[in-house]
T-cell receptor, first 118, second 110 residues
Framework: AQKITQTQPGMFVQEKEAVTLDCTYD???????LFWYKQPSSGEMIFLIY??????QNATEGRYSLNFQKARKSANLVISASQLGDSAMYFC???????????????FGTGTKLQVIP | EPEVTQTPSHQVTQMGQEVILRCVPI?????FYWYRQILGQKVEFLVS????????KSEIFDDQFSVERPDGSNFTLKIRSTKLEDSAMYFC????????FGPGTRLTVL
């Protein structure tokens, strides 16, 4: 089974509108963390936002917020007031628990390509 | 803001040659990772490194790959005999409360 599922291979959004990128995850570990990264066409991986499984509130970072629904195992990224520079690939990722060797690896979804239309 | 750096940004090599990819993680982080991303595909975990030893590795990380932290700051990934299918973007990451990636090294094997 896929640990991270991103069902939207591509999305379009009008500039200044909000957009939600979907992510569902699968884990039996009670301790995990969820990440969103942005990868522009230049290729670098840019950290956007993090949500821990025990965090009581949804994470927010500027125009980014994470709609964390634990019971549904979803961690959707909401980008408010989209800008042209938001056009990029967006990856959802999960880190499960903490093993003897430190934090467990992060597993990535297949990504959603977001295009912001002027 | 602290950042992870990687060198070189782009490496072109002939099949069968050895390459060393270098990373300088964030100084107070203790956990380090290498990932790779074949063009157009998702990011894949290669190896994690903690306390100067490998803590976990994927099936991709065979005996052609090795990692080390030779001087307490640099963190290197060595591919002993590169294959065409090693062409990819290689990301180093270091972990505190969040995981920060370096900008990546694009490896092209000809």
């Amino acid at each position: 089974a896929q640990k991270i599922t991103q069902t939207q291979p591509g999305m379009f959004v009008q500039e200044k509108e909000a957009v939600t990128l979907d992510c569902t995850y699968d884990t039996s570990d009670p301790s995990y963390g969820l990440f969103w990264y942005k990868q522009p066409s230049s290729g670098e991986m840019i950290f956007l936002i993090y949500q821990g499984s025990y965090d009581q509130q949804n994470a927010t970072e500027g125009r980014y917020s994470l709609n964390f629904q634990k019971a549904r195992k979803s961690a959707n990224l909401v980008i408010s007031a989209s800008q042209l520079g938001d056009s990029a690939m967006y990856f959802c990722a999960m880190r499960e628990g903490r093993g003897s060797g430190g934090y467990q690896k992060v597993t990535f979804g297949t990504g959603t390509k977001l295009q912001v239309i002027p | 803001e602290p950042e992870v750096t990687q060198t070189p940004s782009h490496q072109v090599t002939q099949m069968g040659q050895e390459v060393i990819l270098r990373c300088v993680p964030i100084s107070n982080h203790l956990y380090f990772y290498w990932y790779r991303q074949i063009l157009g595909q998702k990011v894949e975990f290669l190896v994690s490194f903690y306390n100067n030893e490998i803590s976990e590795k994927s099936e991709i990380f065979d005996d052609q790959f090795s990692v080390e932290r030779p001087d307490g700051s640099n963190f290197t990934l060595k591919i002993r005999s590169t294959k065409l299918e090693d062409s990819a973007m290689y990301f180093c990451a270091s972990v505190g409360n969040e995981q920060f990636f370096g900008p990546g090294t694009r490896l092209t094997v000809l």
